[in-house]
């Protein structure tokens, strides 16, 4: 788990303009120093976004957030499936109420078929607390079916909506590729011992780069359909099909997989802006 103290010796050499996510790879309210470290990368004056589960989150660390200028606060809630594996106890509903309340700007995800019963009787009482359904991303085949890639870009160029920069940041100060790569194979250096610039100057990072072009370079980008993006539109289609398919066998939802592909839908009408 880290620091304070190490996070703010991180976070001391990344400049300013770089936005700061509360995400990643596990739930960042674990660590009974994140709302600390929250308000330290707002007094830095770098722009906050919050994604939590709110497990390990206290109704107090609510009202401390609730004054801060976040940019996002997104809440991944519990579902009927219970993918999440969220516990949904009183201590849990009386914080999404908290964020409810206090936060109207907070956003509410469901990754399943639908949100926890319980979830939503109680956000049916804020107008503002819409419940958005998403489709479960295969976190750029790390959590394919059998190890076998069910979406990989095998030819032509593509591009990164983040432009290989929205990287994540763990407890011992390794910084790796992104939020994609639960596999850890793309670490970039180390925060505690190195400075910024240095992480998108070594080895790994210009593989990364290289592979953008060059599709006989087999990167983690190549297999992501979050912020992959290939430079031909109706290539980046056909690479899809597969994944979209495979995301109605886990839900089970044509109301769902319609919604999905209507964001689809508005993903391309964007396209010429994503695929420079």
């Not at 010796?9 to 994140?34: I, R, Y």
């Not at 999404?96 to 469901?110: D, N, W």
């Not at 639960?182 to 505690?192: A, D, H, S």
């Not at 400075?195 to 060059?214: H, M, N, P, T, W």
Request: with cysteine.
């Amino acid at each position: 788990m880290m620091s304070f103290e190490s996070f703010r010796t991180c976070l001391d050499k990344v400049p300013v303009a770089v936005a700061v996510d509360f995400s990643g790879m596990s739930e960042a309210w674990k660590n009974p120093e994140a709302t600390r470290m929250v308000q330290y990368a707002v007094a830095k004056g770098h722009r906050v976004r919050i994604h939590t589960t709110l497990t390990g989150m206290r109704k107090e660390d609510v009202e401390i957030l609730s004054a801060l200028p976040l940019d996002a606060f997104r809440v991944h809630l519990p579902s009927i499936d219970n993918l999440e594996k969220i516990t949904v106890d009183t201590k849990y509903l009386e914080v999404l109420e908290k964020v409810a309340g206090l936060i109207p700007a907070a956003r509410f995800v469901c990754f399943g078929r639908r949100a926890h019963p319980a979830v939503e009787n109680l956000l049916r009482k804020y107008p503002t607390a819409k419940i958005r359904k998403a489709s479960p991303s295969n976190r750029a085949d790390n959590a394919c079916s059998e190890g076998k890639p069910i979406f990989y870009m095998g030819k032509g160029a593509m591009t990164c909506g983040n432009d290989a920069r929205y990287n994540i940041l763990l407890p011992n100060g390794d910084v790796i590729l992104c939020c994609m790569d639960y596999g850890l194979k793309n670490v970039l250096g180390n925060l505690l011992s190195m400075d910024y610039d240095e992480l998108f100057q070594g080895q790994v990072f210009r593989k990364i780069s290289a592979g953008f072009q060059d599709p006989s370079i087999k990167t983690i980008c190549r297999s992501c359909t979050v912020f992959g993006c290939h430079t031909n539109m109706l290539a980046d289609i056909y690479y899809r099909i597969p994944h979209w398919l495979a995301s109605y066998q886990v839900l089970h939802s044509w109301p769902q997989f319609v919604r999905s592909a209507k964001r689809n839908v508005l993903r391309y009408a964007r396209y010429p802006r994503r695929s420079r």
